[in-house]
């Protein structure tokens, strides 16, 4: 089995769509997965700081290129909410939400598949491990999964978790996109799948048949 995992889209729905297109034509046998933040929900200048107070007819331009194509590609994928979708949901009222979105906004918060967690990451409290290093705590029900998905700050990383005397310890593996990394049987493991919005475009594919985790980057080429 093959995993494909995008996110942090913020609405290039083209840069995300040559990245699934790359996706299908290296592996066509993997599952996609959407790890969140499909939109781009920009905060307008208004006179409230009640972010609920804002007035609906002020928020047209909040989802941005929502009649692109691939919106119903991507509605044919698993996914988990993001902030933007959160953010989307408390600033316009469903009723004017466009139909083909709608889905988007009630992706559950997170995935679950055997041992394998999935989530955008936004929900968890974060720790600073080193500079320039930010990732979420894994903690309590988390603990009984082996390897722990996430998204939210379009940082392309992976951490070996090891709990010693109670404290959880993320120690970083260096990452060379392209080639597979093994990843040990009996280890935890917190992968941070990269995002589509920066230039380059970044994703990562789960091959559980060989236990690996390879990080991929959207080829000058194809941007």
């Known amino acids: 089995m ?21 996706v299908r034509k290296d592996h066509a046998e993997a599952e996609i997965i959407c790890m969140g933040d ?10 409230s700081a009640d972010e609920s107070a804002v007035e609906p007819e002020q928020l047209p331009d909040y989802v941005m290129n929502s009649t692109h194509s691939f919106i119903d590609t991507l ?16 600033l316009m009222p469903l009723t004017q ?9 009630d992706y559950p918060r997170e995935i679950a598949q055997g041992n394998l967690l999935f989530i955008h990451g936004h929900q968890l409290p974060w720790v600073e491990s080193g500079p320039d290093v930010f990732h979420p705590l894994i903690e309590n029900e988390m603990l009984t999964y082996r390897l722990f998905f996430y998204g939210h700050n379009h940082d392309q990383r992976l951490f070996v978790v090891h709990q010693v005397d109670g404290e959880m310890l993320y120690n970083e593996i260096p990452i060379q996109l392209g080639t597979p990394i093994p990843l ?9 799948v990269g995002d589509i919005k920066s230039t380059p475009s970044k994703w990562a594919i789960y091959c ?7 990080f991929y980057e959207l080829s000058p080429a194809k941007v």
């Open 184 to 192: 040990k049987q009996y280890e935890k493991y917190l992968i941070n």
């Open 208 to 214: 559980s048949d060989a236990d690996t985790i390879t």
């Open 38 to 47: 499909v939109f781009e929900v920009e905060k307008k200048s208004v006179s």
């Open 75 to 90: 509605r044919t994928f698993q996914g988990v909410i993001g902030n933007q979708e959160e953010k989307l949901k408390k």
């Open 2 to 22: 093959k995993i494909a995992l995008i996110g942090d889209i913020h609405s290039r729905f083209a840069q995300a769509e040559q990245v699934v297109t790359q």
């Open 97 to 105: 939400i466009p139909e083909n979105i709608a889905i988007f906004l």
